[in-house]
């Protein structure tokens, strides 16, 4: 999956007295987009040298380390000029084969998102700052704490024998299927919203269900946790005709295109084409 970037290593440890050097990563987003260097047929992150002295008065955020190289985000307007800098979209992640690079750039993008909206206390408004010990953002007026915004999310693959139950999204080509996913509800369970959304999205009682495992989403801010469920193929489909708009029963030997497995859905419907699953 996309996470999965051995022998690279990102890690999430929060250095929060670190200061910016010289050979340190740089993350710099414009709207959806993020800024690479061009290294003859591959990318590679900017670094601080790369701009000179400009980066001094800039304002910046310490991200995590790339392997044991600090990555920095940085939030002042770049005034990009040399040939060697290019803007990739977001969804970069899905073509590359520098998958280190299209992890760094998505779980910088969840905190970006997550710096930009908790400026102000949603309590009483004061302009946060960050705490000195922990990733965290703190109102200097009431002490409210905020830490980064993570959505649980189930996601299911429901079989029968040799088939797997795909449903299909509103906003999707009409030849691409995916598994049944939702965001859990406040005081459910997991068990509880998966069977909660599977009945919502495709009108299916699901049952025998285990742990698959989980994926990281940073684009949502998502945790997607992964299960395998069993269903009866004879129950009738009722899509719910919004988030999706077609729903059925595929024959292991006749899948429809899905993800790569780059995604947790992707891997678990390879996987059942494979009857590894």
């Avoid at 009483?124 to 109102?139: F, I, N, P, V």
């Amino acid at each position: 999956m996309i996470q999965d970037i051995y022998p690279h290593r990102l890690r999430n440890d929060y250095l929060a007295d670190r200061i910016m050097g010289e050979e340190d990563l740089i993350l710099y987003f414009k709207d959806n987009s993020f800024l690479l260097k061009t290294k003859g047929d591959e990318y590679e992150l900017p670094r601080k040298m790369d701009f000179n002295n400009t980066l001094e008065r800039t304002s910046s955020t310490f991200l995590f380390t790339l392997n044991d190289i600090p990555c920095f985000l940085i939030w002042d307007k770049l005034n990009i000029e040399k040939r060697e800098f290019i803007y990739k979209e977001i969804d970069f992640f899905r073509y590359t084969n520098q998958q280190e690079i299209a992890w760094a750039s998505m779980v910088g993008f969840h905190l970006k998102n997550w710096y930009s909206q908790n400026k102000f206390c949603g309590k009483c408004g004061t302009k946060t700052k960050q705490k000195s010990d922990e990733r965290a953002l703190m109102c200097p007026n009431c002490n409210s704490i905020i830490y980064p915004k993570i959505s649980p999310a189930v996601i299911v693959s429901i079989v029968c024998n040799d088939k797997i139950l795909l449903a299909r999204g509103a906003n999707w080509p009409e030849d691409w299927y995916s598994c049944v996913a939702g965001y859990v509800d406040v005081g459910e369970s997991l068990e509880e919203a998966l069977i909660r959304e599977v009945k919502e999205e495709v009108g299916v009682d699901i049952k025998n269900i285990r742990y698959y495992k989980s994926q990281p989403w940073p684009l949502s801010g998502s945790m997607m946790i992964g299960f395998v469920a069993e269903a009866n193929d004879m129950q009738p489909i009722v899509i719910d005709g919004k988030e999706i708009v077609e729903a059925k029963w595929f024959n292991i030997s006749d899948l429809p295109k899905f993800s790569s497995r780059i995604s947790i859905a992707g891997e678990m419907i390879e996987k059942f084409e494979k009857g590894e699953l």
